[in-house]
């Protein structure tokens, strides 16, 4: 981490700063270009052996899916929050999205529970903490989630379901001074299990396109092994950005539109604290990067193996995410996870709507609005 | 009750440009990508009329919940709050947006007068390339006409820029009667913003013209009238000047062309051009418009431009009621023969008497000084004794025995008193035998106006052939006040006078001596409602007509007008015209008007219905007028042969 400070009032100061951190970003960039180029000399080496790697070589060519007679569902959910005095609000929504191709071209479209999902209500009055708070909200919403998406699965025909997102629950903490959150937490496996489950029992694809990945699981198996194993000339300095790289970061000088990485697990162990409370499922958690547009960074996608055959699956994730990513040359998202997104966008006015009617129903006296809501200026 | 005055299309996937553009850049529509057609709404925003009360439409004071819902209006809810008849009325039409027959209550529509004002002489929504031919014989572009005009200083409203100001006396050339061109000055030039889509005319003789698709051109195939430029298809043939240099005055024909070509010759003046590719053009920038003086038309990339109108539907749904419904009469002042087909129409024959021009009559025993002077303004208070005298002295004759009189033997007997000044005299017997030349008068009225103004039944009177406006305000002068008397006695029926052309004969801002009929017109706006006489005013340049007489048309049926000086008189004259409702006069389509006033209670958008009975008898037959043409000439070739 860099930090500059400057007194207020000196904007010189603060031009120097500027230029620093860009003089800074710019050797960076350079130096993950530089990496980026020796990486792609090891295409043809084999990484068999290096752990954690699920295929041999560093990067692969994807091969497009034709989207004929399939059906791709995009789960996606949306979530507005709000401190009150007495009182926390969270309104979520979430829908899934049903794309049904026909000779690569998108045939119709189906909703769950329809395409203007209902908008859920949930109230806390425990007195839970700000950071607490955040969590709940965060699990009622992927609860939501879990909800259309095991739904979805369990309807015939479906070829693959996209979450927005990880495909794991991602809390390091086990809350040992919340109960409201261990509770809802518990629920949270279990509806991840569910998912799991039925996308096992039914055929159905798991993967997660997470947006804007901070993973740096990549980049940690690269720094392990290329110096180790391959021995790499690279100065020190070049090794050392690779402490201050997300995994996206690098990535975007490696791959190519149409390359992924090798695919990998989630974590170095499986019983690690994220994914401890999974079980037998952890190890089958794995993931990948995929450049998919020229303009975009490379996407993170995570998948449930469900296989004897962990390239296989990753082929076919990546062949499906390939051809529902890469029609806009700046935004390389799968479509499907577009209009689930668009479908469950809360607007900041649902909630004033809700906190109005509250308010409606009391007494004057007793005040929702936190005080920096009340501000007379 | 609201009224729907806009609507907008909205779909969030449509919302970014680059973004459609980019995710449609492999070839993919959107829609094959996105259900992008799924979320395409269709937003109305509507304007509070009023709410239904206990005791009817009462005027809303506050406006309606948001998310309430709504509902098209049923159709006796509408008859309701709109003041329109279910049945027995008028029907001009039906409403816009709904097919609900607009049946206006008869007495409300003509009680208290009727103004129907269609578009002045301008040719609207032309590209900004389009040629004009000036009088002078110069081509240029009408965009830089305007442009140039507009550059000296302009004013600005409802989106148009315009100015009045025509310092060089600019003039272009119109088509008048019996297909032939003549000259008339711009009175204002105009250019507005537009996006859309224009239509790119091509003809057989290499000409084309970029307009709007309502924007209406004169067809000549079949019956020749105006359609909408949308409706023309190729292979219709449209109206051209064929001159040469027809600009310098010579008006010199065009060269023979064959008639098996693209374009044929239909007067002298004209030509008939073959459409032969309608293209449309994405268009952006300004449109230009041009306001000619006493015309509806003008020359522009050698094709006429013009506007339609709307009296006829009115005369004859009036023509069609039962004498339980109530029948008025009707006298047509007809200056275009516009309404002599309703004569030969079986479905109206028996119920209309066509008068041409030349066979009205005015009796003299039956003028009146006060008429007299209406007709010689300039007499003076001793000149109209002597009158007077001589009148008085002929009536008694008349009575004894003598029989009627006519001008010649006032004339004589003003020549032969001695009891004023010889030059007073001379000056008055030199105005009467001024008036005799006119060639109207008479010892009694043709028509007997008793006889033929009855219920139910229509008097045409055809002043198409005629040419001297002050003749045609004579004698527009002398039927209103003698039909006004006889109403007053209760000697005709209710009476309607529709008056087309009306700001010829009670025209704004002119001298008595350029206005005769004005003051009869004027009285029997004022005091017409209380016996029952009604005026229909038909112009297509209401700029022109009397405020007096427009202001106490208390229903006015707009048709198209653009120009803002029109607009602005209309706006004058009607409190009830907002800006909001002036721009939509502006938009309106060939075929659509505002009904607006006493007849309504709210002004209405009308589709109106299509004339049952023939058009003007100027509609002729292509082919037939052709032949006439080329019978003309081999007349005229004979006759020279035998000269020789």
Same mark, same amino acid.
């Given at each position: 981490?860099?930090?500059?400070?400057?007194?207020?009032?000196?904007?010189?100061?603060?031009?120097?700063?500027?230029?620093?951190?860009?003089?800074?970003?710019?050797?960076?960039?350079?130096?993950?270009?530089?990496?980026?180029?020796?990486?792609?000399?090891?295409?043809? =080496?084999?990484?068999?052996?290096?752990?954690?790697?699920?295929?041999?070589?560093? !990067?692969?060519?994807?091969?497009?899916?034709?989207?004929?007679?399939?059906?791709?569902?995009? =789960?996606?959910?949306?979530?507005?929050?709000?401190?009150?005095?007495?009182?926390?609000?969270?309104?979520?929504?979430?829908?899934?999205?049903?794309?049904?191709?026909?000779?690569?071209?998108?045939?119709?479209?189906?909703?769950?529970?329809?395409?203007?999902?209902?908008?859920?209500?949930?109230? =806390?009055?425990?007195?839970?903490?700000?950071?607490?708070?955040?969590?709940?909200?965060?699990?009622?919403?992927?609860?939501?989630?879990?909800?259309?998406?095991?739904?979805?699965?369990?309807?015939?025909?479906?070829?693959?379901?996209?979450?927005?997102?990880?495909?794991?629950?991602?809390?390091?903490?086990?809350?040992?001074?919340?109960?409201?959150?261990?509770?809802?937490?518990?629920?949270?496996?279990?509806?991840?299990?569910?998912?799991?489950?039925?996308?096992?029992?039914?055929?159905?694809?798991?993967?997660?396109?997470?947006?804007?990945?901070? /993973?740096?699981?990549?980049?940690?198996?690269?720094?392990?092994?290329?110096?180790?194993?391959?021995?790499?000339?690279?100065?020190?300095?070049?090794?050392?950005?690779?402490?201050?790289?997300?995994?996206?970061?690098?990535?975007?000088?490696?791959?190519?539109?149409?390359?992924?990485?090798?695919?990998?697990?989630?974590?170095?162990?499986?019983?690690?604290?994220?994914?401890?409370?999974?079980?037998?499922?952890?190890?089958?958690?794995?993931?990948?990067?995929?450049?998919?547009?020229?303009?975009?960074?490379?996407?993170? !996608?995570?998948?449930?193996?469900?296989?004897?055959?962990?390239?296989?699956?990753?082929?076919?994730?990546?062949?499906?995410?390939?051809?529902?990513?890469?029609?806009?040359?700046?935004? /390389?998202?799968?479509?499907?996870?577009?209009?689930?997104?668009?479908?469950?966008?809360?607007?900041?006015?649902?909630?004033?709507?809700?906190?109005?009617?509250?308010?409606?129903?009391?007494?004057?006296?007793?005040?929702?609005?936190?005080?920096?809501?009340?501000?007379?200026? | 009750? %609201?009224?729907?005055?806009?609507?907008?299309?909205?779909?969030?996937?449509? #919302?970014?440009?680059?973004?459609?553009?980019?995710?449609?850049?492999?070839?993919?529509?959107?829609?094959?990508?996105?259900?992008?057609?799924?979320?395409?709404?269709?937003?109305?925003?509507?304007?509070?009329?009023?709410?239904?009360?206990?005791?009817?439409?009462?005027?809303?004071?506050?406006?309606?919940?948001?998310?309430?819902?709504?509902?098209?209006?049923?159709?006796?809810?509408?008859?309701?709050?709109?003041?329109?008849?279910?049945?027995?009325?008028?029907?001009?039409?039906?409403?816009?947006?709904?097919?609900?027959?607009?049946?206006?209550?008869?007495?409300?529509?003509?009680?208290? *007068?009727?103004?129907?004002?269609? #578009?002045?002489?301008?040719?609207?929504?032309?590209?900004?390339?389009?040629?004009? *031919?000036?009088?002078?014989?110069?081509?240029?572009?009408?965009?830089?006409?305007?442009?140039?005009?507009?550059?000296?200083?302009?004013?600005?409203?409802?989106?148009?820029?315009?100015?009045?100001?025509?310092?060089?006396?600019?003039?272009?050339?119109?088509?008048?009667?019996?297909?032939?061109?003549?000259?008339?000055?711009?009175?204002?030039? %105009?250019?507005?913003?537009?996006?859309?889509?224009?239509?790119?005319?091509?003809?057989?003789?290499?000409?084309?013209?970029?307009?709007?698709?309502?924007?209406?051109?004169?067809?000549? @195939?079949?019956?020749?009238?105006?359609?909408?430029?949308?409706?023309?298809?190729?292979?219709?043939?449209?109206?051209?000047?064929?001159?040469?240099?027809?600009?310098?005055?010579?008006?010199?024909?065009?060269?023979?062309?064959?008639?098996? +070509?693209?374009?044929?010759?239909?007067?002298?003046?004209?030509?008939?051009?073959?459409?032969?590719?309608?293209?449309?053009?994405?268009?952006?920038?300004?449109?230009?418009?041009?306001?000619?003086?006493?015309?509806?038309?003008?020359?522009?990339?050698?094709?006429?431009? +013009?506007?339609? @109108?709307?009296?006829?539907?009115?005369?004859?749904?009036?023509?069609?009621?039962?004498?339980?419904?109530?029948?008025?009469?009707?006298?047509?002042?007809?200056?275009?023969?516009?309404?002599?087909?309703?004569?030969?129409?079986?479905?109206?024959?028996?119920?209309?008497?066509?008068?041409?021009?030349?066979?009205?009559?005015?009796?003299?025993?039956?003028?009146?000084?006060?008429?007299?002077?209406?007709?010689?303004?300039?007499?003076?208070?001793?000149?109209?004794?002597?009158?007077?005298?001589?009148?008085?002295?002929?009536?008694?004759?008349?009575?004894?025995?003598?029989?009627?009189?006519?001008?010649?033997?006032?004339?004589?007997?003003?020549?032969?008193?001695?009891?004023?000044?010889?030059?007073?005299?001379?000056?008055?017997?030199?105005?009467?035998?001024?008036?005799?030349?006119?060639?109207?008068?008479?010892?009694?009225?043709?028509? @007997?106006?008793?006889?033929?103004?009855?219920?139910?039944?229509?008097?045409?009177?055809?002043?198409?052939?005629?040419?001297?406006?002050?003749?045609?305000?004579?004698?527009?002068?002398?039927?209103?006040?003698?039909?006004? +008397?006889?109403?007053?006695?209760?000697?005709?029926?209710?009476?309607?006078?529709?008056?087309?052309?009306?700001?010829?004969?009670?025209?704004?801002?002119?001298?008595?001596? %350029?206005?005769?009929?004005?003051?009869?017109?004027?009285?029997?706006?004022?005091?017409?409602?209380?016996?029952?006489?009604?005026?229909?005013?038909?112009?297509?340049?209401?700029?022109?007509?009397?405020?007096?007489?427009?202001?106490?048309?208390?229903? @006015?049926?707009?048709?198209?007008?653009?120009?803002?000086?029109?607009?602005? +008189?209309?706006?004058?004259?009607?409190?009830?015209?907002?800006?909001?409702?002036?721009? #939509?006069?502006?938009?309106?389509?060939?075929?659509?008007?505002?009904?607006?006033?006493?007849?309504?209670?709210?002004?209405?958008?009308?589709?109106?219905?299509?004339?049952?009975?023939?058009?003007?008898?100027?509609?002729?037959?292509?082919?037939?007028?052709?032949?006439?043409?080329?019978?003309?000439?081999?007349?005229?070739?004979?006759?020279?042969?035998?000269?020789?």
């Amino acid at each position: 981490m860099n930090s500059s400070a400057w007194p207020a009032g000196f904007p010189g100061d603060l031009e120097r700063a500027l230029d620093s951190m860009v003089e800074r970003i710019i050797d960076q960039e350079r130096r993950r270009k530089r990496i980026g180029e020796v990486l792609s000399g090891l295409g043809k =080496v084999s990484l068999a052996g290096v752990e954690d790697l699920v295929e041999k070589s560093l !990067v692969r060519e994807v091969k497009r899916d034709p989207l004929s007679d399939l059906k791709v569902c995009g =789960v996606d959910g949306g979530l507005l929050d709000q401190q009150l005095h007495g009182l926390d609000l969270i309104l979520i929504r979430a829908v899934a999205v049903i794309f049904h191709y026909r000779r690569a071209l998108l045939n119709g479209a189906e909703y769950l529970p329809s395409e203007f999902p209902p908008l859920r209500m949930v109230d =806390v009055a425990e007195p839970l903490d700000a950071w607490e708070f955040q969590l709940l909200a965060g699990m009622e919403r992927q609860l939501a989630e879990l909800e259309v998406a095991t739904e979805a699965a369990e309807r015939d025909g479906i070829g693959a379901i996209l979450l927005d997102g990880s495909i794991v629950p991602q809390y390091v903490e086990r809350f040992p001074r919340s109960p409201v959150l261990v509770e809802r937490y518990q629920k949270l496996i279990q509806a991840y299990t569910k998912l799991y489950q039925t996308c096992a029992r039914s055929g159905v694809l798991l993967c997660g396109a997470v947006k804007d990945s901070r /993973g740096a699981r990549f980049v940690e198996i690269l720094k392990r092994e290329l110096r180790d194993k391959f021995g790499l000339s690279l100065e020190k300095e070049d090794f050392s950005v690779l402490d201050r790289s997300r995994d996206t970061v690098l990535l975007n000088h490696l791959l190519q539109v149409g390359q992924r990485t090798s695919a990998f697990t989630y974590a170095e162990k499986p019983a690690s604290y994220v994914l401890s409370d999974l079980g037998p499922w952890a190890p089958k958690i794995c993931a990948f990067y995929i450049k998919t547009v020229p303009f975009d960074r490379p996407l993170r !996608v995570e998948f449930l193996d469900q296989g004897e055959d962990t390239a296989a699956t990753a082929d076919r994730v990546a062949s499906l995410i390939f051809a529902l990513s890469s029609h806009h040359d700046g935004f /390389g998202l799968p479509s499907v996870i577009v209009e689930a997104d668009a479908c469950v966008r809360l607007a900041e006015e649902d909630l004033c709507l809700v906190r109005d009617s509250i308010s409606d129903r009391l007494e004057p006296s007793l005040f929702l609005e936190l005080r920096r809501e009340k501000k007379p200026f | 009750m %609201a009224f729907v005055t806009d609507l907008v299309k909205t779909n969030r996937y449509f #919302m970014r440009a680059e973004s459609v553009r980019e995710y449609e850049r492999r070839g993919s529509p959107l829609s094959a990508i996105f259900p992008a057609d799924r979320w395409e709404y269709l937003v109305a925003r509507a304007q509070v009329l009023g709410v239904q009360g206990e005791h009817g439409i009462e005027r809303s004071t506050f406006p309606p919940s948001p998310g309430e819902k709504v509902s098209v209006a049923e159709p006796e809810l509408l008859w309701r709050f709109l003041g329109l008849r279910p049945s027995g009325g008028i029907e001009v039409g039906k409403l816009r947006h709904h097919e609900l027959p607009v049946q206006l209550d008869l007495n409300r529509l003509l009680r208290k *007068h009727l103004a129907v004002l269609a #578009m002045s002489g301008a040719g609207k929504c032309l590209a900004p390339e389009t040629a004009v *031919h000036l009088s002078t014989g110069e081509l240029i572009p009408i965009g830089e006409l305007v442009d140039g005009a507009l550059a000296r200083g302009k004013e600005v409203e409802g989106g148009v820029e315009f100015t009045r100001e025509n310092p060089d006396r600019l003039s272009v050339f119109t088509l008048g009667n019996g297909f032939r061109l003549r000259r008339a000055a711009i009175k204002a030039f %105009a250019r507005r913003n537009f996006s859309g889509r224009l239509l790119k005319i091509r003809l057989g003789s290499g000409s084309w013209i970029s307009l709007t698709s309502n924007h209406p051109l004169l067809r000549l @195939n079949g019956k020749t009238r105006w359609v909408a430029a949308g409706e023309l298809r190729p292979g219709d043939e449209i109206a051209a000047p064929g001159w040469t240099d027809f600009g310098k005055g010579a008006a010199a024909p065009a060269p023979d062309v064959d008639l098996g +070509h693209r374009f044929s010759r239909l007067s002298p003046d004209l030509l008939a051009d073959e459409i032969v590719r309608v293209d449309p053009v994405e268009y952006s920038g300004y449109v230009y418009d041009l306001a000619v003086e006493a015309s509806d038309n003008f020359v522009a990339n050698d094709l006429i431009v +013009h506007n339609s @109108n709307f009296a006829a539907v009115i005369v004859e749904e009036i023509l069609s009621r039962s004498p339980e419904q109530g029948r008025p009469a009707t006298v047509i002042m007809d200056v275009h023969g516009e309404y002599t087909g309703l004569a030969e129409d079986p479905g109206f024959s028996d119920r209309v008497v066509v008068l041409k021009g030349d066979e009205f009559r005015i009796g003299v025993p039956n003028v009146s000084l006060a008429q007299f002077r209406e007709f010689l303004p300039e007499m003076s208070g001793v000149q109209a004794r002597e009158l007077q005298r001589v009148l008085e002295t002929l009536h008694a004759e008349s009575r004894s025995g003598r029989g009627p009189f006519d001008l010649d033997d006032v004339i004589a007997r003003v020549e032969g008193g001695d009891g004023v000044n010889k030059q007073l005299q001379q000056a008055l017997v030199s105005w009467l035998n001024d008036l005799q030349s006119l060639g109207i008068f008479d010892r009694a009225d043709n028509p @007997n106006w008793e006889r033929v103004v009855l219920p139910g039944r229509a008097l045409v009177v055809d002043l198409s052939d005629m040419t001297s406006l002050r003749k045609k305000q004579v004698l527009v002068a002398y039927a209103a006040r003698r039909l006004f +008397h006889s109403r007053k006695r209760n000697r005709v029926p209710p009476f309607l006078l529709c008056l087309e052309e009306a700001h010829q004969f009670c025209p704004a801002g002119e001298s008595k001596e %350029a206005a005769i009929s004005r003051s009869v017109l004027e009285m029997i706006a004022r005091e017409g409602r209380k016996f029952c006489a009604s005026l229909m005013l038909i112009s297509q340049r209401p700029v022109r007509l009397s405020t007096t007489v427009l202001s106490q048309a208390n229903t @006015n049926v707009i048709l198209r007008i653009t120009n803002p000086y029109d607009l602005e +008189h209309i706006k004058q004259s009607s409190e009830a015209i907002t800006s909001e409702v002036a721009a #939509m006069i502006s938009s309106l389509p060939v075929g659509e008007a505002l009904i607006i006033g006493e007849a309504v209670n709210y002004p209405i958008f009308v589709k109106v219905r299509q004339r049952r009975s023939r058009g003007p008898s100027s509609e002729i037959d292509l082919e037939e007028a052709a032949r006439e043409f080329e019978r003309r000439g081999s007349r005229e070739e004979d006759d020279a042969r035998a000269f020789l």
